[in-house]
């Protein structure tokens, strides 16, 4: 029994120290709840992290993909399928191209000048003349009349010169296909040249 009563005792004893300290809490004018203030912090902390939140999307970005640009012109100006050239007279011309290609080709784009070599050995002296002629063109009745609007013929001096790339007359124009055509006044029974081209 005297057990119990000191139990008894104890529980009320804290009761009472409960209720005197919630008086004092109550007295003191403008003190919150402990509670309270915890609540509250939590609540500015967790607005904070959304806010912190909300930003970091807002700033980050993802990178889909980048462009970079740059133009080179082509490199090779002429080209040719073939290295030997096979004649063909008509008339009082002599038409020289690959067995089924032009001689050569201008690249499309190309700009500027190239220049050929004399041309060795030197043709017979009954050879008048030398051109290109453009591939688009019905071959007249000489190489320097195969011509037609946009497509006229190149003159070629034996010593050797140069060419412009343009889309003037009397140019190598790019896109274009041109074969070698020579004037003779008396057909040579044979004779053998050659020419080299650079850029």
Not at 82 to 103: D, K, M, Q, R
Not at 108 to 118: D, F
Not at 147 to 156: A, F, I, K, R, Y
């Amino acid at each position: 029994m005297e057990d119990d009563w000191e139990e008894y005792e104890a529980d009320t004893s804290v009761d009472e120290l409960w209720t005197k300290l919630e008086s004092i809490r109550r007295a003191v004018p403008g003190r919150r709840p402990i509670v309270g203030r915890s609540l509250t912090r939590g609540l500015k902390i967790a607005i904070g992290l959304v806010v912190i939140v909300v930003a970091m999307g807002v700033a980050a970005a993802v990178v889909l993909f980048s462009h970079s640009f740059s133009y080179t012109a082509p490199n090779q100006k002429l080209s040719s399928p073939c290295s030997s050239l096979i004649a063909t007279p008509s008339g009082s011309t002599i038409v020289f191209a690959c067995s089924s290609n032009p001689a050569m080709s201008v690249t499309s784009g190309a700009t500027g000048s190239v220049t050929y070599s004399a041309f060795s050995p030197t043709p017979p002296v009954s050879i008048l003349d030398i051109y290109l002629i453009d591939t688009s063109v019905t071959l007249g009745a000489t190489c320097g009349t195969t011509s037609s609007t946009g497509n006229e013929p190149v003159s070629l001096a034996e010593g050797g010169g140069s060419v412009t790339i343009s889309q003037t007359a009397g140019n190598l124009r790019p896109n274009h296909n041109y074969n070698y055509c020579m004037d003779f006044a008396v057909l040579p029974p044979t004779f053998t040249t050659g020419v080299t081209w650079s850029q």
